[in-house]
Structures are given as C-alpha cells and as structure tokens.
C-alpha cells in the first residue's frame, strides 16, 4: 500500500493567491482529516470526513478556508486568498471508519505564503 | 472537550540514557491513548498505544503507562539512540458515538546526542 499521498510537498505563492492541496488516502480508508502544523499551536485538526460527508469543520479558521472530498480516494483543501499567517504544514490522514483508531498520516504540504 | 497537556516540549539526552515524555488528559471518558513520532519532513506516525483497561505497555525499547485515576500517560524510551530524535505527540480519544477523533498534545521535540 502506498499509504496517504498528498501533494505537492512544498508549495510557495504570494499573498492573494489561491491554493490548493491534494489528498488521496489509503484504499479502503473512510475516515479523512485535514491537519495544519505550526510551530505555535502544535496539529490542529481543520476538517474530518466520513464516507465523503463532512462531519466536523469547527476548525477551519475562516471562510478562506474550504475543503471537499468529492470521492472515496479524494480530497482537496483550497485556500483563497492565502495570507502569509497560513503559512503551515498541512496534513492528511485517513483511518477506517467504525472501530478504527489508529490514523495514517501522509507526508504533508509545506505552505510558504510570501 | 477534552484537553491533553504534554511535557517537555524539548528534551536533551545523551545516547544510551533514558527518555520520559509526559501528559495528562481531562476527559475521564478517555479510553484510548496512542503515541505518534514525528521525522524530519513526515507526516507522524504510531509507534505504540495503550487502552485504559491495561496499565503499562512495552515494546522493546518503549514503554508506555497510563494512571487513569490520576488521568495522566507517558513514554519511556530506554537505551536513546540518535534515530530516537524526533518529534513526539500522545493523543488521547474518548468515545462520544464512537467518534474516534483523538486530541493531540503539542509535542515533545526529543534530541538524542551521540
């Protein structure tokens, strides 16, 4: 298995710009989350998804901030406009659904808004 | 909600010493408490975890203990070796409709020195 495939790793833009990161979780999983990592406030889930539906957005910070998984393998996080406080790891991980605990993180997005 | 504190946020060590990383959790319905190390440039990953129905765990070098009525867990790592250097979050996960979403604490940022 391939595990959870984000992309691109690194992502530079300027101010105002729009973003926007790619997840594919790993087959089978149902469960999808979206984390940012700073150096301040540790991971902080953003969204999580089960079966495609989004269950829980309380932690988008604002409406820049949007993420759909149209599919079963598909997920995006759109960013417009970026701000240079945006600037982040983003993770992605994706677990099975009912009675899964363990989370598989893919490698994440480094996010430099200039 | 539950609130997971975590201590050190940095910890230095020497090569074959031992290593202790700390938390503490708020929420006594909290069942379940997984260990992620962080590499440079990947996403986390699970190295160990324990239930509340058990209260210590090991493998090989790793232990972990869980005092539910103190509602505290840690991370023992023995014999330190430099590829130990990483960075280190617990997570705690309660149960409300056996949601499965875990908190994380902050971090701990473990250098093992040759």
């Known amino acids: 298995d391939a595990g959870v495939i984000q992309s691109p790793r690194h992502e530079v833009t300027e101010m105002g710009q729009e973003v926007t990161l790619r997840c594919k979780p790993i087959s089978g999983h149902n469960s999808l989350f979206w984390y940012r990592q700073t150096m301040m406030r540790g991971l902080e889930l953003l969204i999580y998804f089960n079966n495609n539906v989004p269950i829980d957005d309380s932690g988008m910070p604002e409406d820049r901030f949007s993420a759909k998984m149209p599919n079963a393998s598909f997920s995006t996080l759109k960013i417009q406009p970026s701000e240079p406080r945006d600037s982040a790891v983003y993770f992605c991980?994706?677990?099975?659904?009912?009675?899964?605990?363990?989370?598989?993180f893919g490698s994440g997005t480094q996010l430099s808004v200039l | 909600g539950e609130n997971v504190e975590q201590h050190p946020s940095t910890l230095s060590v020497q090569e074959g010493d031992s290593a202790v990383i700390k938390c503490t959790y708020s929420d006594s319905a909290s069942n379940y408490f997984p260990w992620y190390k962080q590499e440079l440039g990947k996403g986390p990953q699970l190295i160990i975890d324990i239930r509340s129905n058990v209260g210590e765990k090991k493998d090989q070098r790793i232990a972990v203990t869980l005092n539910k009525t103190a509602k505290h867990f840690s991370l023992h790592i023995t014999e330190t070796q430099p590829e130990d250097s990483a960075v280190y979050f617990c997570a705690a996960i309660p149960r409300p409709g056996g949601s499965y979403i875990p908190t994380f604490g902050r971090g701990t940022s473990l250098i093992v020195h040759p």
């Open positions: 991980a994706s677990k099975t659904g009912t009675g899964g605990e363990k989370l598989f």
